[in-house]
């Protein structure tokens, strides 16, 4: 198959003026200063790590991307003395994603092999010519050193088990199971950042962020793979709002009572009148002619808080008597005239005492 | 605008409802006494209490959002760090991190989320270890933008604000990417609340400034500030513009405090004279510091690649008077920057409750007691916004 892809180096050269720079890298081409436009779009991305080494594939309506940071290099420093380090981005059409998987798990299987493979086709540049990048690298020695990698696996899509994302701590074991991994099966079809290896990327900010397929990076706690999306249950989000669902269901609790307590009231309770507030002569309960059980109930416990001897607690007993009421009222409402007539004569006596 | 219209409705609500609490208390007592309905009256009390406690809350809330309606509270203060390829910028960021949590007699607590302490701790071990390869004078090349956050609060309690430095790639500025990057560039200083330019002191002053322009890029920076806070000047935006000489170990352990800081003053004068305008809410200062003390700069050894045309190589040495790691001044900067951003966050400050804003005027305090003004350091204009 012919190989076409689009290649992109970012490095800089010994001068101060030969920053680092992205240039893309075609036949028979001078370097041409040019940064992918994936790579434009990752500047919002500022929470991901890209100063040290960093694997990141992306997939997009202009094909499968791959971005490799951080490769060092043998021999090449800047004007500080600070060793000068490769960035490599590659582009290819989404039916040539087996070559660029080749790559990958050479890179996560032995990551320094490859770098200093690389080093070795991105020379530093001798010209004089301060506007060039400091660096040489040729189309066709790059694209034949990918080739290289190629080992003609025959690749299954993943199953519906596999295709969830999820993401471990970047340890030499996850990366050779990511690499095992991507030799036998292909990349998701999805679009979207589908895999990055990384060494700190917070772990949440990947979570804000659909699709990715399989993370790796240092600043993960698990040291084994665990879903990077968790399955969000009806019992799961229950639980997460525990407190809220006990107030709402104790507020509604307390409302139905009230409300019970009023229809209640209000279909066998008739208050009593405001001027049936007893005098000081009134030392005798009065009789009871029609014995609505409420009514005396009420007579007589009225009888009870104006008690001469003591006319200071007044208020005090009224409360308790009011109370007792209530409680004696319910209690009569719910057992039907049945045994409130015991009640009364019972309450009648302990008055006699 | 809109602030001060929901505070207005938000105090009407809370007087309706203080209104219906007094109704409510007495209905509760005209059932107590007059009706002697005691579940009526316990249930119209209590709703006449929470009708009263909501009425507080929302009053208070009134308050704060009349109180927010005079000024645009921000979250973060944002640090940009702003200088040439190989200058030092994560070095000095990374010296300003070691002395987090070191200033003496704060009540203020700093915490680094979890990418930003690994990457500087990994810096800082980077640092110390170029004690022993003194040959070479700053980290790692910035590559990428980064930012670095750190909250900032009271001891034991929530982050107050959070300080946000954003590390951008020298090379954004030279030749050959300034016209690309220039809008990055300018919007940087534009959206930030401190900048930090950090000087290469070797590249100005040696080699009869031969490199100065091609390291720093002195002229450069003055003209992006003049773009970038032409706006500045006319309204009340407060920045704090801070000028740092790094790698000046050399100058300040032989007593050329001055030498050191008149450069500065000849090199950034188109900065300094154009921020000049607004002396009464842009501060700027100058702040050498000693990242390692232990190295010092040696000499500059250049290269032919052809044509005439040289490659520089600065190389250094450690120091014949310090010995070791001995980073000095690195909390200036840092002083600098939380005193600023204290008096920026004033008003926010003070609508914390009182043992907070108290705490926060402490360190105040503190921070400005321990600000440096002589002897190559100088708070050239606005020192009013970092006095409590």
Known sequence: ?353 | MVKKLISIVLSLLAVIMTIFSLFAIVGSIVFIFADEKFIEAIIVAIISFALFFTAKSLHAVSVRTWKESRFIRKDSIKVTLMGGRGVGKTSLLTAMYEQFGKIPHLNLDFFADSSTSQILSNCLKELQSQIGKPETGTLAPTVEQRQYKFHVGPHGKRPIFDLVFRDFPGDFLEEKQINDKIHNVIDFIKDSDAIVIAVDMPALLEDDGRWRETINHCLLINNLFQHGLNDNLSNDNRKLVLLVPIKCEKYLQNGQHQHLLQSIKNEYAGLINHLGDAKEHITVAVVPIQTLGGVVFDSIQANQVGHGETTPRFLYKKSPAVQGYSPCDTDQPLRHILAFSISLLAKQIDLEPKKVSKAFREDQRTLYEGIKNKNGFEILQGQNLLKP
């Open chain 1, 1 to 353: 198959m012919n190989y076409k892809a689009e290649i992109f180096i970012k490095s800089a050269g010994t001068h101060p003026v030969q920053g680092y720079q992205w240039w893309q890298i075609e036949a028979n081409k001078p370097l041409i200063a040019n940064e992918p436009d994936f790579i434009k779009e990752l500047s919002s991305l500022d929470w991901l790590d890209r100063e040290a080494f960093l694997l990141l594939i992306l997939r997009n309506d202009r094909g499968l991307h791959l971005y490799v940071t951080g490769l060092a290099t043998q021999g090449r420093e800047d004007f500080q003395g600070r060793k000068i380090r490769n960035d490599l981005a590659i582009t290819v059409n989404p039916d040539q994603e087996s070559v660029l998987l080749d790559l990958v798990g050479a890179l996560l299987k032995d990551k320094e092999h490859v770098e200093k493979q690389l080093d070795q086709k991105v020379r530093p540049g001798k010209s004089a010519d301060l506007t060039k990048p400091g660096f040489n690298a040729d189309y066709n020695t790059i694209i034949q050193w990918v080739k290289s990698f190629s080992k003609s696996l025959s690749r299954i899509a993943p199953d519906k088990e596999l295709e969830n994302g999820r993401i471990a701590k970047n340890s030499e074991e996850n990366r050779k199971a990511l690499a095992d991994l991507l030799e036998r099966y292909t990349l998701p079809q999805q679009t979207g950042y589908l895999i990055a290896v990384t060494r700190f990327s917070d772990p949440a900010y990947f979570l804000e962020m659909p699709h990715w397929w399989r993370v790796l990076t240092d600043l993960e706690t698990s040291p084994d793979w665990r879903l990077l999306y968790p399955k969000k249950s009806l019992i799961g989000l229950l639980a997460k709002n525990l407190g809220m669902h006990i107030g709402i269901m104790t507020a509604v609790a307390i409302l139905l009572a009230v409300t019970g307590l009023k229809i209640l009231e209000n279909n066998g309770y008739e208050a009593s009148e405001p001027n049936s507030s007893p005098s000081l002569a009134d030392t005798e309960p009065p009789p009871v002619e029609s014995p609505s059980p409420t009514k005396a109930i009420t007579t007589y416990s009225l009888s009870i808080c104006v008690n001469p001897d003591n006319p200071d607690s007044a208020f005090e007993w009224t409360t308790v008597n009011h109370f007792s009421k209530y409680l004696i009222r319910r209690t009569s409402l719910s057992s039907k005239n049945g045994k409130l007539g015991n009640q009364t004569s019972a309450a009648q006596k302990q008055e006699q005492n």
